[in-house]
């Protein structure tokens, strides 16, 4: 049982230490919490900076993201993509992207950002059939977190990474009789990941638990 329990002093310690502190993400953080109770959307900074670090460590230049909010998150993937990469964005609500919009231009990533508002099942699904992925974002409804990893993996590159958020649900993953769909839906996810042998995966407690989930090369030995 090797693992440190986080407390709050010790959870700064480690924000502080890790390279979280860029000013317009700080800024883009601060106006989300104005939204309220629901800016707990937003991912947490070193969860930010870990992904742009998969992001530059594998090469990628295509991304794709299933949840948006305000932006947070895919302007931590955009700018680790490079002046050539693309990053596709997938969401369903004009309100909250807008404000995503105003810190990709502020941050000189909007070029290489597609917004799609739309149900991010029908998008994926009329892509073009040669239409891949370095890198892939899961962070939207809970319940389509499997139809999501289905449509993805097979546009996914070898070595390509696809990371989802939540995947610990606030612990609620180990009830033994959870009383939503939300939590039903992330147990067998995970439970299905786990069994997986297209892939290799690591859960990690970062925020709220993320999955790295690694495509498999063709013939390569499971282990």
């Not at 990053?87 to 950002?113: H, Q």
């Not at 149900?119 to 040669?130: G, H, K, Q, S, V």
Request: hydrophobic share 45%; proline share 5%; glycine share 6%.
């Amino acid at each position: 049982m090797k693992f440190t329990p986080l407390t709050e002093p010790l959870y700064d310690y480690l924000v502080h230490h890790g390279h979280n502190a860029d000013p317009v993400l700080a800024e883009l953080a601060k106006e989300t919490e104005q939204l309220g109770p629901i800016s707990m959307m937003q991912i947490a900074p070193e969860q930010g900076t870990l992904m742009a670090l998969l992001v530059r460590a594998i090469g990628a230049k295509s991304a794709v993201e299933i949840g948006t909010f305000t932006g947070y998150s895919a302007l931590s993937v955009a700018r680790a993509l490079g002046s050539d990469g693309k990053l596709l964005c997938c969401d369903v609500s004009e309100e909250w992207t807008a404000m995503a919009r105003r810190y990709w231009a502020k941050a000189g990533v909007a070029d290489r950002i597609e917004l799609r508002i739309a149900p991010a099942i029908e998008t994926l699904r009329a892509l073009p059939a040669d239409r891949g992925f370095d890198f892939a974002f899961i962070d939207a409804d809970k319940v389509a977190y499997r139809d999501y990893y289905e449509a993805l993996l097979p546009r996914l590159r070898p070595n390509g990474l696809i990371v989802f958020d939540n995947v610990l649900w606030m612990g609620m993953v180990l009830q033994e009789h959870p009383d939503s769909d939300e939590t039903r839906a992330l147990q067998a996810l995970n439970d299905f990941i786990a069994r997986d042998d297209r892939v290799q995966a690591v859960m990690i407690s970062v925020s709220d638990g993320l999955t790295i989930v690694r495509k498999r090369a063709p013939g390569e030995a499971r282990t």
